[in-house]
């Protein structure tokens, strides 16, 4: 079924540009300005930063000490820290990147990476001031409402998740190995989760090098993985802004389906395509909610190509996206209810 739904999409597609060129150049061109005005200079630098500092561990120690006091905030062990906090203050899809990278080094289970990853993968507080609230809505929604929306449903959808995660419903947490003084671990860097078979699914095979030799490894291998993901990035945003392009020129019964599958395709159209609807605004700012909270089939597409590097898996994600998205209109048609 997969295999038929992706083959339709891609003869959509080659349809497409066989019969509308200068549309569909135009919409690669858009895409294109996007990747590279927008994500590419948010986004590498801290692609290849957060690689570094996860394969040296030099704030694993930073993070030990943090973590009594942040787990009476939210329930996650001390490597999460760092992706929870990116992917909300730095905006999608860095939360996935870390929680992939986090799992190949073998510091977090893969229950874990998938969880956090779908808490954490998150638009930023920049995009959602920009694009939601001054550009498309020109200030006629308050920023909270936005805020609300999109950040406390994954929160809280996020901490069951996770409880069930400590309590053994669905995995469990894994804890440190207690390894022979022959196999401890450098002092600073976190040690590796047990595995029944002794190799963690997440990891690949690791060579063992001088201090010096292993920080160059560090740096070209973050550089050239930062690079390698913002290029696969590159080419999930131009399809989909081909597919949501081809969407436009459907016959669609009404202006809001067309809104809907816009926004399910790629969240930068769909919101622009909620801001100019006919119906009250706040109608169209509860659907520009739930389609940044549910990410869209670019944003899925995106997070598929990290996660899939690291052995996890998608399906976790999707559904908590698409309950997320849900609980975001909800909370955005209260909160608007109760506003003047």
Known sequence: M??????????????????????????????????YHSILPALLPF????????????????????????RVIYPVRAPLIYPLLAGFLFGFPLGSMICADLCREGKVSPGEAETVSAVSN????????????????????????????????????GRISLNRLQHGHAAPNPQPHRHTASNSQPHGHAAPIPQPHGKHPCSGNKKKASGSQINMEIMDAGIMDGFTSMIRL???????????????RLPLPNDILQCVCIGAVEITNGIQQAGMLSCPVSVRAVLAAGIVSFGGLSGLSQTW????????????????????????????ALILNFLP
């Open 234 to 248: 590159a080419g999930y945003i131009i399809l989909s802004a081909l597919l949501a392009d081809i969407i436009r």
């Open 122 to 157: 998150n638009f930023g507080p920049a995009f959602i001031c920009n694009c939601l609230y001054q550009t498309v809505f020109d200030g006629q929604i308050p920023a909270a409402v936005f805020f609300a929306a999109c950040y406390l449903p994954p929160l809280l959808l």
């Open 305 to 332: 190509s990290v996660m899939k590097s690291a052995g996890l898996h998608i399906k976790k994600y999707v559904c908590f996206k698409l309950l997320c998205s849900l609980c975001g209109m909800a909370l955005a």
């Open 2 to 35: 997969k295999k038929k739904i992706i083959s339709v999409l891609f003869a959509l597609i080659i349809l497409y540009c066989l019969t509308f060129p200068a549309e569909m150049a135009e919409s690669v061109s858009g895409g294109l300005a996007l990747w």
């Open 47 to 70: 692609s290849i930063f957060s690689n570094i500092i996860i394969r040296s561990g030099v704030y694993d120690r930073f993070f030990k000490r943090l973590h009594p006091v942040f």
